[in-house]
């Protein structure tokens, strides 16, 4: 008989909650709850549970917040929980919680050829470092090394470090966000409302009133070349992006690749692959030549944190990784 685990991927909106395949990995039985829906997660996972045909003993929650001890306080959500609370009333033998990026890190060594888009650069080079980020809500880095054939995720806050412009636009981008936020940080132009934030600031430095626009709205009017301080926006957008990720694979030499995740990108996948990504990814000066041999990947697995939860899981309990087939 199959042995299944219990995983979700859990954002400040939707908490997506899915079956883990011990033996191979393979994630089904995929339900999306909104958390207006429900007072707690306990409450989402208990309704999950009490409709399917299986038992599920074992669970690994991704979620996009820190995790540093028993007690959990989502950023974005008024949820908050024990872990060991929640374990107990579940009837669960095990339970693990993560951080969100955690989980898609781990989901990089499950990964077909079908699940990635490469955007440069040349192979990946096995037992290298991997860098992993991505823009949503807010901006997601994580790190992935390779030990014998344990991965270790180093998950973090890089999403927070200083925003740090290189020209006069930039740096006029940058006063006027200061002015607003105090502390700049990379999230606040790398996510859906660092993108919002970018045309804003654009918009203001010409002295004009900017629209009030959603992330949505800012990406359909610079694809369909309607809105040209949208337009200036998202491709701006797509050079900060290289030049961050350039700077992750500096930090760690991540010749094994890095990943981006989140889903911003995807809603404008052409205009990125022409737009100035790559050539800001390379960008680095005397080092032009060590960035431009490091693929970038686009990762195109439709739930990426509840595989890597399952791997997560399936790794802890000694089992070995492997793509699905």
């Not at 955007?119 to 390779?146: K, M, N, S, W």
Request: aromatic share 8%; glycine share 12%; net charge negative.
């Amino acid at each position: 008989m199959t042995k299944y685990a219990l995983v979700g991927d859990v954002g400040g909106t939707n908490a997506r909650l899915a079956l883990c395949d011990l033996d191979n990995g393979a994630i089904s039985h995929i339900h999306t709850y909104s958390g207006k829906d429900y007072a707690t997660l306990e409450a989402v996972i208990t309704h999950y549970l009490s409709a399917q045909k299986v038992e599920a003993t074992e669970a690994c929650i991704a979620i996009a917040c820190p995790i540093t001890d028993d007690w959990v306080d989502m950023t974005n959500s008024s949820w908050a929980f024990s872990i060991k609370a929640m374990k107990s009333s579940l009837g669960l033998s095990r339970l693990e919680v993560i951080n969100d990026f955690t989980a898609v890190s781990m989901a990089v060594p499950m990964l077909t050829p079908d699940d990635v888009a490469q955007f440069g650069g040349g192979e990946a080079q096995a037992d290298r470092p991997i860098a992993v980020y991505g823009a949503g809500t807010g901006l997601g880095v994580c790190h992935l090394v390779q030990l014998a054939e344990h991965w270790v995720s180093l998950p973090g806050e890089g999403g927070h470090v200083d925003f740090a412009p290189t020209n006069q636009e930039e740096t006029d981008i940058l006063a006027v966000l200061g002015a607003e936020f105090g502390h700049v940080s990379a999230e606040r132009v790398l996510s859906g409302p660092g993108l919002v934030n970018l045309y804003r600031s654009i918009v203001t430095i010409d002295g004009r009133a900017p629209d009030q626009l959603e992330p949505h709205q800012v990406t359909e009017q610079a694809v369909d070349g309607s809105n040209d301080d949208c337009r200036r926006a998202l491709s701006l957008f797509c050079v900060l992006m290289g030049r961050f990720g350039g700077n992750l694979a500096l930090n760690m030499g991540t010749f094994g690749g890095v990943y981006i995740a989140g889903g911003l990108v995807p809603r404008f996948l052409e205009f990125f692959r022409a737009s100035g990504f790559r050539a800001a990814f390379e960008d680095k000066g005397r080092f032009d030549d060590y960035l431009r041999a490091i693929p970038v990947y686009l990762i195109r697995h439709e739930q990426p944190g509840l595989l890597g939860a399952g791997a997560h899981m399936r790794q802890l309990m000694g089992l070995k990784l492997q793509v699905i087939a």
